[in-house]
């Protein structure tokens, strides 16, 4: 199983430039998550689809969309890159909104917006 | 606002110490408590969590320490390692609720 991939690794915007981040789950998990990560401020939640079809805004939405895709997938896009939006993305799932379950998280995408 | 807050930013340890990490929280309804590490240029990975319900979980050399009255919990790493230096992320949620409350993370650095 290769868990939660993420494409691509690294990217390079110029201002006003759009992207869509790529993730991908193996692990049949219901629930899934995009969260940023900024020095100094941990990890903050973006977006997340509680199962397939749905999807809700998290801390941090502004500048953002997301498409839940299938089970499966789950994409998060920029439609304007600014560069506050110059950060490091995570994608995680879970197995569900019930319970005590574990997060796992994707190797990251590290954006540049310039 | 910063639902978690987890302190110190950043931490030294020599081998062989004991490395601890604090966290406060403000939400009494939280009732799911992880801690997650990370190695430069990778995801955050679960490291130890605890329920409310124990004052204590301890695996290996990892340990939480869970107040509930004083809605605090730590993470002790004891016989501290070089292999341990990583950040470290405290976080909180509901357990039945959408998604993790991370702090802003710790630093440690053990040296050899």
């Known amino acids: 199983n290769a868990g939660v991939t993420q494409t691509p690794k690294f990217q390079v915007l110029k201002t006003g430039q759009s992207m869509t981040l790529q993730c991908a789950q193996d692990m049949n998990h219901n629930s899934m998550y995009w969260y940023r990560q900024d020095p100094g401020m941990g990890l903050r939640l973006i977006y997340y689809s509680a199962s397939e079809g749905t999807t809700d805004k998290g801390e941090v939405p502004n500048g953002y969309n997301v498409s839940r895709l299938n089970k499966r997938e789950f994409s998060l896009r920029l439609e304007s890159a600014a560069p506050s939006q110059t950060s490091v993305y995570f994608c995680?799932?879970?197995?569900?909104?019930?319970?005590?379950?574990?997060?796992?998280f994707g190797p990251g995408t590290r954006l540049t917006v310039l | 606002q910063q639902q978690v807050k987890q302190s110190p930013q950043s931490l030294i340890v020599q081998k062989g110490g004991i490395s601890i990490i604090n966290c406060a929280y403000e939400n009494t309804a939280f009732d799911y408590f992880p801690w997650y590490q990370q190695f430069p240029g990778k995801g955050p990975a679960l490291l130890i969590a605890i329920r409310p319900d124990v004052s204590e979980k301890k695996e290996g050399r990892f340990t939480i320490s869970f107040n509930k009255s004083a809605k605090q919990f730590s993470l002790h790493i004891m016989d501290s390692q070089p292999g341990d230096s990583a950040t470290y992320f405290c976080?909180?949620?509901?357990?039945?609720?959408?998604?993790?409350?991370f702090g802003k993370g710790t630093s440690l650095l053990v040296t050899p």
């Open positions: 995680a799932s879970r197995p569900g909104l019930a319970g005590y379950n574990e997060q796992f």
């Open positions: 976080a909180a949620s509901k357990g039945s609720g959408y998604a993790l409350n």
